[in-house]
């Protein structure tokens, strides 16, 4: 007769949580961030609007939402070489995609502890090349 070893459901939930842990994505490269989009994710798109490669490769920062306050209505912020530009992302398309070296995406209780109470609704932060963060 063969007996049988009874194993612990939490054990196999273990295993499989480990082994997946372990699991590659498949890409062959560094995963992608969420909150930055690069110049190699940029270098395609050299020529194009930016505002709308933003909106290509990361959706979801340009997704209209906004933040009311006791103020009034607080859109998504932009910052540019550390300075604030606007609430009004579509002005992304007067930077050349070809001179950006970075942009990033904090959430709006990022936002606010980096920058104040008025960045409610969130920023984009644009570097471009050769002139830094300005924080």
Do not use: H
Not at 91 to 101: G, K, M, P, T
Not at 111 to 120: C, I, N, S
């Amino acid at each position: 007769m063969v007996q049988r070893r009874v194993q612990s459901p939490w054990m196999m939930v273990f295993a499989v949580a480990a082994m997946s842990g372990c699991a590659s994505t498949g890409t062959g490269g560094a995963s992608r961030s969420e909150d930055v989009i690069t110049q190699e994710e940029l270098a395609p798109y050299v020529g194009d609007d930016l505002s709308l490669v933003v909106a290509r490769l990361r959706p979801q920062w340009v997704r209209p939402r906004t933040s009311q306050t006791f103020m009034g209505t607080i859109g998504i912020s932009l910052i540019v070489d550390g300075m604030r530009w606007d609430t009004n992302t579509s002005r992304l398309s007067e930077i050349s995609v070809a001179s950006v070296e970075e942009i990033g995406y904090l959430s709006a209780s990022d936002a606010t502890t980096r920058f104040g109470t008025d960045m409610a609704g969130g920023a984009i932060l644009v570097t471009r090349k050769g002139v830094g963060d300005r924080r």
